[in-house]
């Protein structure tokens, strides 16, 4: 494989990248910042959690992504009595053949949504990881591939303590980013208000990419050039995270790695095969936020993840940044 990204093949992939934000922005109006993560994720081959509010418009994102690719989708309902099975799939004894077949669960698919994926039991969220580590489901001993590419998308509300189980560190750990969608600005709202139809099913938006075309995209971003300095710029942030007395512990090596993997994405979803220093920078956030927790004790989840970004922004601005 090469080592940098061809002119035909960044070309290739801007035009792919632009097809997918345009047709992401014709149900998902004034989130431009949010559609751009989201297909940062997809390229770096990533998972999502998106945490907000219930009605901000988490699920409406995950169909808008799932339909804009020639790509198998899933939606998986998490709840309180959801089987690790219900997920995965089971093994069933077929009469006719005389012997345990294995039928697929939902987890087969391109683009998984996990809807409320903190209502469903430690034991059944432990389900999904494997299979968000290494793309496969391991039932009775036998390796099943889920193919590829594959993306968990899942949906949280962050407020909401009744009834739902708080994800696991090594669980949050397999989440690339975690974003949030926010309230749309007045203009926006007003046009959601006056277009606004139907459930999810009546979101009308036909494939712009292919498989290939979206592997093909994945492909290319280890052949993102990384300059020294900006690799020893992000091993500066990644060190004073595990300093900062502010923090339980620091980052891990998977969350640099993970770091990197996304400031290539970025750059090759902006068009470029090299990256910025602002790659890493306004990537920190959404990379670390969720795997890092206060050494102090607090029982709100919002007043706990203010605290951690305000902390990775004061760490950032005190790093210089490589010219």
């Known amino acids: 494989m090469s080592d940098f990204v061809a002119a035909s ?41 998106l945490e907000d509010l219930p009605g901000v418009g ?67 969220q432990s389900a999904l990881l494997e299979v968000m580590d290494r793309a496969r489901v391991t039932i009775d001993g ?4 889920v193919g590829a590419p594959f993306m968990v998308f899942a949906t949280q509300n962050p407020v909401d303590y009744e009834g739902t189980f ?19 600005e007045p203009r926006d709202e007003r046009e959601i208000l006056r277009s606004a139809r139907g459930g999810y099913d009546a979101i009308a938006l036909n ?48 969350g640099g790695v993970a770091l990197r993997t996304a400031a290539q994405a970025r750059a090759l979803v902006r068009g470029r095969d090299f990256v910025l220093p602002e790659d890493v920078t306004d ?3 959404p990379i670390f936020a969720h795997r890092l927790a206060l050494a102090r004790q607090t029982s709100d989840a919002l007043e706990e993840r203010r605290a951690v970004t305000a902390a990775l922004k004061r760490i950032v601005g005190s790093i210089p940044t490589p010219s």
């Open 58 to 124: 988490k699920t409406t994102l995950a169909y808008s992504l799932a339909r804009s690719m020639d790509c198998s989708f899933s939606r998986v309902q998490f709840t309180s009595d959801l089987l690790p099975s219900d997920v995965t799939g089971v093994a069933i004894y077929d009469e006719t053949v005389k012997e345990f077949v294995f039928k697929r669960g939902p987890v087969f698919a391109n683009i998984v949504l996990a809807d409320e994926i903190n209502r469903a039991t430690p034991k059944t």
């Open 166 to 184: 708080p994800l696991p560190e090594s669980q949050m750990d397999r989440f690339l980013m975690r974003l949030r969608m926010g309230y749309p």
């Open 207 to 254: 494939p712009v990419a292919t498989r290939s075309e979206i592997l093909a995209l994945q492909a290319m971003v280890p052949q993102v050039f990384v300059e020294e300095s900006v690799l020893d710029y992000l091993l500066r942030i990644v060190a004073a995270t595990r300093t900062e007395a502010e923090f339980r512990s620091g980052v891990s090596v998977r």
């Open 9 to 49: 093949q960044l070309n290739d992939a801007k035009q792919a990248v632009a097809k997918l934000q345009a047709n992401m922005r014709l149900t998902i109006r004034g989130k431009d910042d949010v559609i751009e993560q989201v297909l940062v994720c997809l390229v770096a081959g990533g998972h999502l959690l």
């Open 283 to 285: 990537l920190v956030p």
């Open 142 to 145: 036998e390796a099943h591939a």
